[in-house]
């Protein structure tokens, strides 16, 4: 069973555990929702070109509060499709914005 997370109830029974299985989108589930209360997995059945939407949308279960001990990220990206661009993508972008914030704080801490 499963159910898309866009209502009040649904994610009320997302966090209680009675979902074991939940869609969002990520425009709509990467900011002010607090689901680390149910699951512990993510599947990606589609990227954004976002890296601040997709990691907003993950850090809805990978954050404080999470009762599970490990959190998995699954992608499905098919080979030589648009999905394969865009997680290039995201992970360059992952790799400049972490660079950049390393020579913030050692330029911070001169």
């Known amino acids: 069973m499963y159910e898309k997370l866009d209502t009040d109830a649904s994610i009320?029974?997302?966090n209680a555990g009675e979902l074991p299985v939940a869609m969002?989108?990520?425009a709509s589930a990467g900011h002010?929702?607090?689901l680390q209360g149910g699951g512990s997995a993510m599947v990606w059945f589609g990227l954004t070109w976002s890296l601040e939407l997709y990691q907003q949308t993950v850090?809805?279960?990978w954050?404080?509060?999470q009762t599970s001990g490990t959190v998995v990220i699954q992608h499905i990206i098919t080979r030589g499709t648009v999905d394969e661009q865009?997680?290039?993508a995201l992970r360059s972008k992952d790799t400049?914005?972490?660079a950049l914030i390393e020579a913030?704080?050692?330029n911070l801490n001169r």
Do not use: E, T
């Open 12 to 14: 009320r029974k997302w």
């Open 24 to 26: 969002v989108h990520p």
């Open 32 to 34: 002010g929702l607090n």
């Open 59 to 61: 850090a809805r279960l």
């Open 63 to 65: 954050r404080q509060g």
């Open 86 to 88: 865009i997680m290039g």
């Open 96 to 98: 400049s914005q972490a």
């Open 104 to 106: 913030v704080k050692v």
